[in-house]
Structures are given as structure tokens and as C-alpha cells.
């Protein structure tokens, strides 16, 4: 079983729609980053967050320490958002900083 | 340049070659990273260092992996005799010292392909 599992693997939307991308994992963190990766590889870093929510935008992440659990909120999507996010979590023990991360998310936004 | 660069960006070789790919880091960053990330899935951790430091080789598959980073900035990465499972893109990533923001940076990736 991986340690970090997120769910839908595949979600399609229509523009404007409200998208919710969960991430759920099984060991102790000290933080959780949320990534984009666009076709073509490069990976960017939306949120990295260890308690309570962040707002950047249109994006919203949360995370619940205790139920082990992190969403990502997308609100009034739009075919720019169509990428793979991914969900990554710093295992308290073990190499500083070091990712694992969950298998991605692959979204599509259509008009 | 402000961002983490690598290259090649694409690299095939072919079955048995050696290759070396390198990751050029965010000035003054210390931490740098190594992931493979295979076509469909999530990357995966490959090898840390701290400057010049490796303190952590626990993900390279095997000792056909190799990474240095001899001054504390540019790292590269070797891999020998190239079999066709070592196929994936190959990520670096670059952040502050531990204690400062986790936050890393990831470069483009160098994309191989092992005939």
C-alpha cells in the first residue's frame, strides 16, 4: 500500500465547475506540498502546508492533521487548470525535506 | 538563470550506454534533490545532498546510479549501462537549508529513453 493515496485518479470538468482533489496518507508528516505538473514535465509547487488552510487565487488546500488528510480545491475552473496535481507529503522521520509523493491526480477542464 | 535548469532535456540512448544528466540548482540553495518518475506514475525519490554532502542514496535502484555534487552546486547524475527500466524523467529539485522553508523548486527534467 502506498503512503500517500489520492483520489479521483482521473477527473474531468466543465469550465466553472467547483473541483475537489483528495490526498490521504498513513504516517506521520511534517508538512504536505501540493504540486502541478503540466505535459512536458516541469512541476511546480501551489501549497505546501502543515495545519489548517491556504488560499492562493482560485486555489484552496487544506489539511487535517489528525484524520491524515489533505484536499485541493480548484473554484471556477478553467482549461488552464487541465494538468496532473499531485500530492506530497515530508515523512517525519527520515531525510529532511525528502518527498513522497502520491501517484497524481490527472485533470482535464473542458469548455 | 532564477530557476532550476537541467540537461539534456531528452536523452535516448541506446541499451548498455552510460549517460549523465545534469541539474543546475537555485543559486545558494543547499539541499538539492534527484527523483525518477517512471510514465504514469509519481516521482520518487532517488538521492539528497546537503552542499556537497550525500546524505541520503537509500532511493538509487542500484549501483548503476551514481550522483556527485563536488562543489556544492551542480550535481550530476550517471547512470551505467542504461537497461530499458531506467526509461522515466529524471527531476531535480533545490530548496533552502533544512530549518528554512521545505519548499523545492523542480527543474524541467531531463526526459530518457533507453532503447
Known amino acids: 500500500k502506498n503512503e500517500v493515496e489520492q483520489s479521483p485518479q482521473n477527473l474531468t470538468a466543465q469550465e466553472g465547475e467547483f473541483i475537489t482533489i483528495n490526498c490521504s496518507y498513513s504516517?506521520?508528516?511534517?508538512?504536505l506540498h501540493w504540486l502541478q505538473q503540466h505535459p512536458g514535465g516541469g512541476i511546480v509547487s501551489l501549497f505546501m502546508?502543515?495545519?489548517g488552510k491556504k488560499k492562493h487565487g482560485r486555489l484552496i488546500a487544506t489539511i487535517n492533521i489528525q484524520e491524515k488528510h489533505s484536499s485541493l480545491h480548484i473554484t471556477a475552473s478553467h482549461p488552464r487548470d487541465s494538468a496532473v496535481y499531485i500530492c506530497?507529503?515530508?515523512?517525519?522521520?527520515?531525510?529532511?525535506?525528502?518527498?513522497?509523493f502520491g501517484t497524481g491526480t490527472r485533470l482535464q477542464v473542458t469548455l | 538563470g532564477a530557476g532550476v535548469s537541467q540537461s539534456p532535456r531528452y536523452k535516448v540512448a541506446k541499451r548498455g550506454q552510460d549517460v549523465a544528466l545534469r541539474c543546475d540548482p537555485i543559486?545558494?540553495?543547499?539541499?538539492l534533490f534527484w527523483y525518477q518518475q517512471a510514465l504514469g506514475q509519481g516521482p520518487e525519490f532517488l538521492t539528497y545532498?546537503?552542499?556537497?554532502?550525500?546524505?541520503?542514496k537509500s532511493g538509487l535502484p542500484s549501483d548503476r546510479f551514481f550522483a556527485e555534487r563536488p562543489e556544492g552546486s551542480v550535481s550530476t547524475l550517471k547512470i551505467q549501462r542504461t537497461q530499458q527500466e531506467d526509461s522515466a524523467v529524471y527531476l531535480c529539485?533545490?530548496?533552502?537549508?533544512?530549518?528554512?522553508?521545505?519548499?523545492?523548486?523542480f527543474g524541467p527534467g531531463t526526459r530518457l529513453t533507453v532503447l
Open positions: 529539485a533545490s530548496s533552502l537549508p533544512p530549518g528554512h522553508s521545505n519548499e523545492q523548486f
Open positions: 504516517v506521520g508528516i511534517s508538512a
Open positions: 502546508l502543515s495545519s
Open positions: 506530497a507529503v515530508i515523512l517525519l522521520t527520515g531525510t529532511a525535506s525528502k518527498l513522497t
Open positions: 543559486s545558494g540553495h543547499v539541499s
Open positions: 545532498f546537503q552542499n556537497e554532502a550525500q546524505l541520503d
